[in-house]
C-alpha cells in the first residue's frame, strides 16, 4: 500500500479547465472508447521520454529493458488501472500539466528530441535518441471523466524518490498529496461507472472490451501493451475426465498468465522488402473487413518538412456499398502509430474511395477531440502526394498487368472518371490510365483477331489520336445507355463508312466529363450526335464519284415538316451524319442528351423540355420517296402520318422516349 504523508492539499481547477471538463464529460468526445486510446497515447509518449532521458544521462538510475503499458481491469471493484514505468511526473509538473488546461509537455520535449538528434548527428548518442513521441495534443488525460465518476493519478519521476497522489472527482476541485512508495512511471486509477446505464457505457472493466478496444485504436503502439488474464488450469496428466468436478477442488482451479494485446507490428514503417504479400494481404483484410486479395499493395513514405507515411491497397473486387450516397470512404488515419479516425475522407478524394489503407503522419493539425482534421495546407499537400501515386500505381497495373488492369477497370472506371471533374490537378494523370471502347474493331477489322482482341481491351484517348486519319483534328465520342446500344446509332454511319474512329461512353459520369475536360492535347472533344458533322476531307470519302441529290430539291420538304413538327422539333435539315439510315435525331453544339436530361429529371431537378434537331438522309429511298409526294400534292392524305413516323423512329433510335408511345404505335400499326 502507498503511504501518504499527510500532506494534503485540495486546490480548484482552473475555470477554462473546469468548462473544459464539462465538455469532455457530456460532448467533446463521440466515442467514449477514445479515453483509453488517449491515455494509452500518454504512456507511450512517457516511456519514449524515458528512453530518451537514460541515453542521454548515464547517472539517471532508471532499468529501461522492460519498458511497457499495462492494463489492470477489477470487475468487482468496478476500477481500471493503465499502468506505465516511463518518465513520471514530479509535483510541480502534475500540478502544471493535470490541473491546468491543455499542457501535455510535448512541446518541452520536441525541443528536446531536436538537441538530441543534433547530437546524434555529431555521434554523440545512438540512432534510439530519436524516438517516436505522440500525445501532443494536450488534453487527452480529461477523457477519463467520461467514464469514471472519480479519477486517481499516481506518478513518480524517475531519478526522485517520493511520488505524487492526485484525486478528482471532475468537479470544482482537485487533491493533492506526496506518495512515498509510488513506482516509477504513472498509473491511472478509474472508479468506472456502470455499464450500460443512460451512457449506454461499454464494460471496461471486461477483458474483451478492453482487447476490443487496443486492438481498435492501439494495435500499433511500439511498446507492449499487457494485461494478466485468468485461464482454466490444464487437466493433470491422466485424468480420464470421469472424476465428479462438484467434489473435485482442481475443478475451480485457474491459472493467471500475461499477455499482449497489441501486436506492434506497424507493417508501413518496415521496408516492403522485408513484408511478405501473406502479411500485406491479411493487414488489407483487416482494415477493409474485405475478403478479397488486394490487386496492388501501394507504399510512401515522405521527408522533410513534415513527415508521414502511407500502406494502401488498390482492391480486386468491388465493394457492395461503392456507389452508396451513404458510403464511408478515406483512409485510416494514425499519428505517430496512435488511431485518430478510421475513415480520413480529407486525405482521400471521391474517386478514390475504393482505396484502403492508413496514412501514419508525425504531426498533423487537429482538433481537441483528435478526431475531426483541420483543413490546412500540410493536409492537402498530403492528399495530394496520395493521389498522384495511387494514379502512378494504376498506371504500372495497366502497363505490366493489362489483364488484370482490365478487371480492375471494368469495376473501378466509372469512379476514377469522376476525377476528370473534380481534379484537374490530376486529370492528366487520370487521362493516362482511362481506357475507353471504341468503334476501332470494325474500323481496323483487319489486324485479325489479336488486333481485335487488343481493341477490345479499349483505348486510351492519347492512343486515340495516334490512329487519327487524315484532315482528322477532333477527338470524336458518342454516349449512350450500353454499347450495343452506341454502337447500332445512326449517328456512327457515316464516321463507319469513312473510317473514323469515334469513342463509344457508356457510363453515366461520361455525360459530365466530357465537357468539363475539353480537350486533350489540343484536339476538341466532339460528340458525333451534337452540331452539323461535316466529314468533308475527312477519312475515306466512299461515296467519291456517286451522284448526290441536290439539297435544294429539298427546301421545300424540310419548311413543310419544320411546321408540321414545330410541336416536337426545333429544326428539320439534310444530314452529313447518314449513309444508311433515314432520320436521326441531334442536338445543338450544347445542349443536353437525352440520357443526360433524363438524370437530372431523376435526381429530382425539373428540366424545361428541350426539342432536338431531325437529319434526313436525302439519300434515303423513303425520304426521296417523300419529297416526291410532297412536291405532287403537299396536302396529300398520309404525309403528315409519314413524318410522325419519321420522326418517332428517330427519336427511339438514339435511346429517347417518344411523348406519346401509344398514339405512335397506333399510327405504325394503322400504316401497315
Not at 513520471?88 to 528536446?112: F, H, N, P, Y
Not at 396529300?636 to 413524318?643: E, F, H, I, K, R
Amino acid at each position: 500500500m502507498s503511504q501518504h504523508t499527510g500532506n494534503a492539499e485540495t486546490r480548484e481547477f482552473q475555470a477554462e479547465t473546469r468548462q473544459l471538463l464539462d465538455l469532455m464529460i457530456h460532448s467533446i468526445y463521440s466515442n467514449p472508447d477514445t479515453f483509453l486510446r488517449e491515455v494509452i497515447s500518454n504512456s507511450s509518449d512517457a516511456l519514449d521520454k524515458l528512453r530518451l532521458a537514460a541515453l542521454q544521462d548515464s547517472t539517471l538510475g532508471v532499468d529501461a529493458s522492460d519498458l511497457h503499458i499495462e492494463l489492470i481491469p477489477d470487475e468487482q471493484a468496478r476500477t481500471l488501472v493503465i499502468r506505465d514505468n516511463g518518465i513520471g511526473m514530479s509535483r510541480e509538473e502534475v500540478v502544471d500539466l493535470i490541473g491546468t488546461l491543455a499542457k501535455s509537455g510535448t512541446g518541452q520535449m520536441r525541443e528536446a528530441l531536436s538537441a538530441a538528434r543534433a547530437a546524434q548527428e555529431s555521434g554523440e548518442i545512438s540512432e534510439q535518441a530519436t524516438a517516436d513521441l505522440i500525445g501532443q495534443f494536450g488534453i487527452g488525460f480529461y477523457s477519463t471523466f467520461m467514464v469514471s465518476d472519480s479519477v486517481t493519478l499516481v506518478t513518480r519521476k524517475a531519478g526522485e524518490s517520493v511520488g505524487t497522489r492526485w484525486v478528482s472527482s471532475g468537479e470544482e476541485t482537485y487533491t493533492i498529496e506526496e506518495d512515498s512508495d509510488a513506482p516509477q512511471g504513472t498509473s491511472v486509477i478509474l472508479q468506472l461507472k456502470p455499464a450500460g446505464g443512460d451512457a449506454a457505457l461499454p464494460d471496461y472493466a471486461d477483458e474483451n472490451t478492453l482487447r476490443r478496444v487496443v486492438r481498435t485504436y492501439s494495435d500499433f503502439i511500439a511498446w507492449p501493451i499487457r494485461m494478466e488474464v485468468e485461464r482454466p488450469a490444464p487437466e493433470p496428466e491422466g485424468d480420464t475426465g470421469d472424476h465428479d468436478e462438484a467434489n473435485d477442488p482442481s475443478a475451480e482451479n485457474s491459472i493467471t498468465e500475461t499477455v499482449t494485446l497489441n501486436s506492434q507490428k506497424a507493417l508501413w514503417t518496415r521496408p516492403k522488402s522485408e513484408v511478405s504479400d501473406e502479411e500485406y494481404a491479411e493487414f488489407y483484410r483487416h482494415i477493409s473487413h474485405a475478403w478479397d486479395e488486394p490487386l496492388e499493395t501501394i507504399t510512401l513514405k515522405a521527408e522533410g518538412t513534415f513527415e508521414y507515411q502511407a500502406l494502401l491497397f488498390l482492391p480486386s473486387q468491388v465493394p457492395f456499398d461503392l456507389f452508396s450516397p451513404d458510403v464511408k470512404r478515406g483512409v485510416q488515419l494514425y499519428v505517430r502509430r496512435v488511431f485518430i479516425m478510421d475513415d480520413c475522407e480529407e486525405l482521400v478524394p471521391p474517386f478514390l474511395r475504393f482505396v484502403k489503407g492508413i496514412v501514419d503522419a508525425q504531426d498533423l493539425s487537429l482538433n481537441v477531440s483528435r478526431e475531426i482534421l483541420q483543413q490546412d495546407r500540410q493536409i492537402r499537400a498530403i492528399r495530394k502526394r496520395l493521389v498522384k501515386r495511387v494514379l502512378q500505381a494504376i498506371e504500372q497495373v495497366k502497363r505490366d498487368r493489362p489483364e488484370e488492369f482490365r478487371s480492375f477497370w471494368a469495376n473501378f472506371g466509372a469512379v476514377l472518371k469522376e476525377g476528370l471533374i473534380a481534379d484537374v490537378d490530376a486529370r492528366d494523370q487520370l487521362l493516362a490510365v482511362s481506357t475507353f471502347a471504341s468503334t476501332r474493331p470494325a474500323v481496323e477489322s483487319a489486324e485479325g483477331a489479336e488486333g481485335a482482341a487488343d481493341a477490345e481491351a479499349g483505348t486510351t484517348i492519347a492512343e486515340y489520336i495516334s490512329r487519327m486519319v487524315d484532315g482528322q483534328e477532333e477527338i470524336y465520342y458518342l454516349t449512350g445507355t450500353s454499347r450495343a446500344a452506341v454502337e447500332s446509332s445512326p449517328h456512327l454511319e457515316a464516321f463507319r463508312a469513312r473510317g473514323v474512329e469515334v469513342l463509344v461512353l457508356t457510363d453515366p459520369v461520361d455525360e459530365v466529363w466530357v465537357d468539363a475536360v475539353g480537350e486533350v492535347e489540343g484536339k476538341r472533344l466532339r460528340s458525333v450526335a451534337k452540331g452539323d458533322v461535316d466529314l468533308s476531307g475527312i477519312g475515306a470519302d466512299t461515296q467519291d464519284g456517286e451522284d448526290q441529290p441536290d439539297a435544294a430539291e429539298f427546301t421545300d420538304l424540310l419548311t413543310w415538316l419544320g411546321e408540321e413538327l414545330e410541336d416536337e422539333v426545333k429544326q428539320v435539315r439534310l444530314s452529313h451524319r447518314l449513309t444508311e439510315s433515314a432520320a436521326c435525331m441531334v442536338g445543338d453544339e450544347f445542349d443536353m442528351t437525352p440520357q443526360l436530361e433524363a438524370m437530372y429529371r431523376a435526381s429530382g431537378m425539373e428540366l424545361p423540355t428541350s426539342k432536338r434537331i431531325l437529319e434526313l438522309n436525302p439519300s434515303h429511298p423513303l425520304v426521296e420517296r417523300l419529297r416526291r409526294q410532297h412536291a405532287e400534292d403537299p396536302s396529300a392524305d398520309g404525309l403528315a402520318d409519314t413524318a410522325r413516323l419519321i420522326s418517332g423512329a428517330a427519336v427511339l433510335a438514339e435511346g429517347g422516349t417518344l411523348a406519346d408511345p401509344a398514339a405512335f404505335a397506333k399510327l405504325l400499326v394503322d400504316r401497315i
